[in-house]
């Protein structure tokens, strides 16, 4: 198969993830479509690596499969932390970094 | 190649660091005893120095960073071996007042007090430019920590401008001198820093001028000259007193030094291009110091300006391009230091004996019950206001010599400022020792900490003026070599201008 | 020992004075310090005999000998070292400061015993001997500048002794920023004289004066004034002598020491010295011989009005050295140096006369308070009536002979200076009446309360006040308090007193015309090369001047005694029929007031608008302002960027990503 349909699948899921993160107010939404975009990432890495026929993309992608671990394990630990403390669980309610 | 400067160097700094480490108050006689060893180091390479050569001695060159040409390049010559000097005569009696006072966290005190001797003997034995301006930038590092942990009043807001006017300067001084390494290369060459280097390679005409003048910024903010001095006033006022006699007497040196040290010999047709400028600026801070020190109330305010037209003398006498001039400079820089710090320390005792007060409103009569107080201060006064008999007149008078030589105008001009120096340094004087007593005033005489503070200080202001030439026959030979390029170029502007004419 | 040797040992000793007394203040006991300091000066004194001695012995033209200690600093062609000159003129002068400095110290032994600052006083008196013996003894510009300012700071140390009087301190302030003034005149003149001679040695200049300018040249000419301006800021003539009144603030023997014998004296030696430059420059000389003659008229007709002794006594200092500078300035040296001499020793005698006057009057110094100490004070009476017909020049005495010796040099010169010789003849006139003003209103008429408690035995105290400002005195610091010291009583000041009234009237039969010439003659040998050395006046004019004066004296005396004992209060109604000139002349023909419009107020108008102006709005509003102003801009740009909402920054991020996507992708293809 050719390369170019993983491709433009990778591009299809990627869009729809930073359309999610663009819109949606919702954190653990906005993370979904995160781990949505990282797995468009890892998509073309691997369909890469198969068409080199080398291991290095899909080295590439265990390790973004790895930040992408960590970073749910810390974002959902912000969002239970928000729980906890009440806050309202909207991003744009949460802009005390303005400047 | 010798260690010895690299000793002197890091003395201090170990000596700040394992004391800071060391329990109880233990550490504070370490570091005291690491600023008395590099006195005696530069008192024994005083004598041993050998005065009739021009060139480095005591040189050490190692590499240090080598992908960028930068090398660990020490030296010492007649120009900065007073600074030195000077440096390692001031630290003595600002750490013992350190360590023998109530200070809260004295012992970060000690390590920055240590850090900024380290840094600024740096700054005055480095030979390679990139070298000079780290440790520049370095003394920067324990002035802030110390003016804002321990400085008094609006300290926060003195700091802020301290820093942001001092470091805006060594920024302009950074792109100057990476411009000046670049541009100095030569096609295919290896960059360097090295000053001796760039001497010899040189930059065009062009080009030096605008390099000239980033350097000038930085040295102009740091003496500091009109119209760059704004950062004065507040830092002044709020800094404790042992390390604004430091930051006065020693830190302001290291600017004009920047001239005569790198300006002037890599650089001279660009120092000759400003020359007039820079004539005028120092010619006017001169005047303007003079008439605002005549106008402080505050005590300190007014060592404060003086400061500024004392600068202005040096700088005026360094841009003179003559050589009775630039001796005078480098002799003021020395006698400049030497005033200030007792100066300060004196101050201080008086604001210990009139509950804080500085106001010359609030001061008066203190002499009677504190006579060895006022005779210290007596002496410093007449040394300030370059008393005839003083070291500082033999500067001074070589520097206008210096200049009535071809700016007899501008010379003219800048013996109003001595005038004006006897009126607001006696009027000082009276003002807090004599006349009635005034209602803050609560006088007792000298304690033993201060008399071993300053006495030593006054009796070396008293010695340099019996004997100045102890200091002229050394620094006389590198001075000398130092402003030759510039004369040089200007000796060939006035060949040209004199072929132009007819 | 050489006479250079002897040079050393007369600067050795004040200075060991000073080093003993400022350091062992605290244990020396009682008059011990006064005594140590006087030791000194004697010792001194002895040393300059020796030199007199060991310099006679030389040849007369080798009578010039330099001796040098160490190079002092020396950098290209600027080379001074520690250096003294021991010729008949530093000799000659080293003679009169330390013998009358020895017995001023005598004299203050007694009279400032009850002071606090005892030790003190003394450490400065010897250090302002060991000043002006470096001033004379000085073998170059630099050294000499060193004493001129050395003694300018003793003078101002000395005039706020008593440093709790508002008026004291002002005054001392005054008289040093004068000084400096003259300093850098000085220095100015060195420099020029260095750039064209190549020296600063007086040996070198004066030896290429004659090939290095030509005569009048306008260098020197500039050289030569501003020479001037040092000489006569410390020799208090106009315009620069509005500091010497205020400087009676000091104690009395300091004003007979400093502001009348020795210092105010250094600018007729400068002159003097410099002769070799202001003969080739004699538009300089003649500049200087006019205002000479301008300040004795000027300062004999202020000493008419003012009623406080001691400034009586300033104004006729200030006149005497007009006598003296006129003199050295028409080449008559030797009788300039002479009047000098003379001038010394019974001015010196006036004040002590006057010290012990206003110690019995407890502190006060207002002539018109006083009277009638004839008979209460005889000693004293005796020793100031001596100083006095000598400063009025009455036949005989010492004033006499010096003074009429530089009129008759004067009108000798023929031309335009025969007017200033009889403005001086009229100046002659003004003392004589002015001198024996005080003679007649402190000894004669009916005594004071103070004077008939004296002749009961009690001195007479005040509650101590200041009698400039009559605030009332912080008695802290001690002015001569509880115990006041008068001549009579004292043997100390008894001494000093008569030793100089003997050399007051004495001291002028060293120069007799025709029959003797000592002071010229000894002389002689520095001012060799002076193109007026044969100028001298004959033995008959010379007696047809001291006639002449003579004459004068004595209708100045008669006119006083009319004034003040046939006639009293003619003065008065002549006071109340000219009130303007009087007043002009009380306010010292306003001198005090122009340099306060001209000079202090614009100064400290200056340093406001330094302050508020320049300083606060052009240094803290432009410079500090402005780059606040760039940097706070910036800094709201980045701001308004720094939303807080995710989404934004995640478009923003998606947008930068998106765009460098699309450069490359433009780039590649």
């Known amino acids: ?99 | 190649m010798t260690i010895h400067l690299s000793i002197i160097l890091f003395m201090p700094l170990a000596a700040g660091v394992i004391g800071a480490f060391l329990p109880g108050r233990s550490g504070r006689w370490l570091v005291l005893a690491a600023t008395v060893g590099v006195l005696a180091y530069v008192i024994v390479m005083l004598a041993d120095f050998d005065r009739g050569r021009a060139g480095l001695q005591y040189v050490t060159n190692d590499r240090w960073i080598p992908e960028l040409g930068i090398r660990y390049q020490l030296g010492v010559d007649g120009l900065n071996l007073f600074m030195l000097a000077l440096t390692a005569i001031s630290w003595v009696p600002c750490t013992l007042w350190a360590c023998f006072r109530e200070l809260d966290r004295q012992r970060l005190f000690l390590f920055n007090l240590a850090l900024a001797e380290t840094a600024v003997m740096g700054a005055f034995m480095a030979q390679d430019l990139a070298l000079f301006i780290v440790f520049f930038d370095l003394m920067l590092v324990p002035f802030y920590f110390l003016i804002g942990g321990w400085g008094t009043g609006e300290r926060v807001r003195a700091t802020t401008k301290f820093v942001i006017y001092t470091l805006s300067g060594s920024l302009l001084m950074l792109a100057g001198a990476v411009a000046l390494g670049v541009l100095a290369t030569p096609d295919g060459g290896q960059i360097s820093f090295s000053l001796a280097v760039l001497q010899e390679r040189g930059v065009p005409d062009g080009t030096q001028n605008w390099i000239v003048l980033l350097f000038a910024v930085a040295f102009f903010v740091k003496a500091p000259l009109f119209p760059l001095h704004g950062w004065i006033p507040e830092t002044y006022r709020s800094t404790p007193i042992p390390v604004l006699a430091l930051l006065s007497g020693v830190l302001s040196k290291v600017g004009v030094y920047g001239f005569l040290r790198i300006v002037l010999p890599v650089m001279p047709d660009g120092s000759l291009h400003w020359q007039e400028l820079f004539i005028v600026i120092a010619v006017f801070s001169i005047l303007y110091g003079s008439v605002l020190a005549f106008s402080q109330d505050n005590v300190r305010m007014v060592v404060a300006y003086s400061s500024i037209a004392q600068l202005g003398f040096i700088t005026l006498g360094i841009f003179a391009f003559e050589q009775k001039g630039a001796q005078g400079a480098v002799l003021q820089m020395l006698n400049h230091g030497l005033v200030v710090v007792p100066l300060f320390l004196i101050i201080g005792a008086i604001a210990a004996r009139a509950r804080g007060s500085e106001s010359v409103l609030e001061l008066g009569g203190m002499a009677f019950r504190a006579p060895v107080l006022a005779a210290l201060f007596l002496l410093a006064t007449f040394a300030t206001l370059a008393m005839p008999g003083s070291s500082n007149f033999v500067g001074e008078i070589l520097i206008l010599f210096g200049t009535f030589e071809d700016k007899l105008v501008y010379g003219l001009v800048a013996s109003v400022g001595v005038i004006l120096a006897a009126v607001y340094m006696i009027r000082v004087f009276q003002r807090t020792m004599h006349n009635r007593v005034g209602p803050a005033v609560e006088s007792h005489d000298l304690g033993g900490l201060d008399l071993a503070t300053i006495a030593p200080l006054v009796a070396l202001i008293v010695a340099l003026g019996v004997y100045p030439q102890f200091v002229v026959s050394r620094t006389d030979a590198a001075t000398t070599a130092k402003i030759q390029p510039a004369r040089q170029a200007a000796a060939a502007g006035q060949t040209a201008a004199r072929a132009e004419a007819p | 020992m050489s006479a250079t040797d002897y040079g050393w040992l007369i600067l050795a000793f004040p200075v060991a004075g000073l080093l003993v007394i400022s350091l062992g203040w605290r244990v020396l006991p009682g008059r011990l310090p006064g005594w140590i300091a006087s030791a000194m000066i004697g010792l001194s004194f002895l040393a300059g005999i020796g030199a007199f001695v060991q310099i006679q012995d030389l040849p007369s033209d080798e009578r010039a000998v330099v001796a040098s200690a160490f190079t002092y600093a020396s950098t290209g062609d600027f080379k001074v070292d520690l250096s003294i000159l021991v010729d008949p003129l530093s000799v000659f002068m080293c003679l009169v400061v330390s013998g009358v400095s020895f017995l001023i110290h005598v004299y203050s032994v007694a009279y400032m015993t009850s002071d606090r600052g005892y030790s003190r006083y003394f450490a400065y008196l010897n250090y302002f001997v060991f000043s002006m013996l470096l001033l004379v003894l000085a073998a170059n510009f630099v050294i000499l500048i060193i004493g001129w300012a050395f003694v300018g700071a003793a003078s101002y140390l000395l005039i706020s002794f008593w440093y709790r009087r508002g008026t004291a301190t002002h005054a001392g302030i005054k008289a040093f920023v004068m000084n400096v003034i003259g300093d850098v005149g000085l220095v100015i003149a060195a420099f020029l004289l260095l750039d064209k001679t190549g020296s600063l040695d007086y040996s070198g200049v004066f030896g290429a004066v004659d090939h290095a300018f030509s005569r009048n040249d306008t260098t020197l000419v500039i050289a030569c004034l501003l020479i001037l301006v040092g000489a006569f800021a410390k020799s208090a003539q106009l315009p620069l002598h509005t500091w010497l009144p205020d400087a009676m603030e000091g104690p009395t023997p300091v004003s007979a020491l400093i502001h009348a014998a020795t210092m105010v004296t250094a600018g007729v030696y400068l002159i003097a010295r410099m002769y070799p430059l202001f003969e080739q420059a004699p538009t300089a000389a003649d500049i200087s011989a006019i205002i000479g003659t301008a300040t004795l008229v000027f300062a004999a007709t202020v000493a008419l009005v003012v009623t406080d002794l001691k400034r009586v006594i300033a104004y006729s200092t200030i006149s005497q050295i007009g006598y003296m500078v006129l003199g050295v300035s028409v080449a008559a040296y030797g009788a300039g140096l002479f009047h000098l001499m003379t001038h010394a020793f019974f001015k010196a005698l006036l004040f002590m006369g006057a010290g012990s006057v206003i110690s019995a009057m407890g502190g006060v110094q207002d002539l018109d308070r006083m009277g009638g100490f004839r008979k209460s004070m005889p000693f004293t009476f005796v020793a100031f009536l001596v100083g006095a017909c000598a400063l009025a020049g009455l036949p005989l005495f010492s004033g006499w002979f010096s003074k009429d010796e530089v009129l008759a040099f004067t009108l000798n010169r023929g031309g335009g200076y025969v007017v200033l010789g009889i403005f001086g003849y009229l100046g002659a006139l003004l003392t004589a009446f002015y001198a024996f003003r005080m003679v007649f209103r402190v000894f004669f008429g009916d005594p004071v309360p103070e004077a008939r408690e004296l002749e009961g035995g009690h001195i007479a105290h005040h509650d101590p006040a200041n009698p400039m400002s009559g605030e009332s005195e912080d008695v802290d610091v001690g002015f001569p308090g509880e115990e006041h010291h008068i001549a009579e009583r004292d043997w100390p000041m008894k001494v000093a007193m008569g030793v100089l009234a003997v050399l007051a009237v004495i001291g002028g039969y060293l120069q007799v015309p025709g029959v003797d010439d000592a002071v010229s003659k000894f002389l002689d040998p520095t001012f060799e090369s002076s193109r007026f050395i044969d100028d001298a006046p004959s033995t008959a004019a010379q007696w047809v001047g001291l006639a002449m004066g003579g004459v004068v004296a004595i209708t100045g005396v008669t006119v006083a005694f009319v004034a003040y004992r046939r006639r009293r209060g003619v003065t008065l109604e002549l006071r109340d029929r000219f009130p303007r000139l009087h007043n002009f002349l009380l306010h010292k023909w306003y001198f005090d007031e122009l340099y306060d419009a001209v000079f202090v107020r614009p100064a400290a108008t200056l340093g406001k608008i330094g302050r508020t102006v320049v300083e606060a709005d052009f240094v803290q509003g432009t410079i500090v302002g402005g780059a606040t102003r760039i940097v706070g801009a910036g800094t709201s740009f980045a701001r308004a960027i720094q939303t807080g909402y995710v989404r934004a920054y995640a478009l923003l991020l998606l947008l930068g990503v998106g765009g460098l996507a699309l450069y490359f992708l433009i780039a590649s293809s």
């Open chain 1, 1 to 99: 198969m050719d390369v170019v349909w993983f491709l433009i699948l990778s591009a299809f899921i990627f869009c729809i993830g930073a359309a999610g993160v663009l819109t949606r107010r919702n954190p653990l939404v906005i993370l979904l479509c995160l781990e949505l975009m990282l797995n468009a990432g890892n998509l073309s890495l691997i369909a890469f690596a198969r068409m080199w026929g080398d291991g290095g993309g899909q080295v590439f992608a265990l390790i973004v499969m790895v930040i992408a671990a960590c970073e749910v394990v810390i974002g959902l630990g912000i969002i239970v932390a928000m729980y906890r403390a009440r806050l309202p669980i909207d991003v744009d309610e949460m802009s005390e970094l303005r400047g």
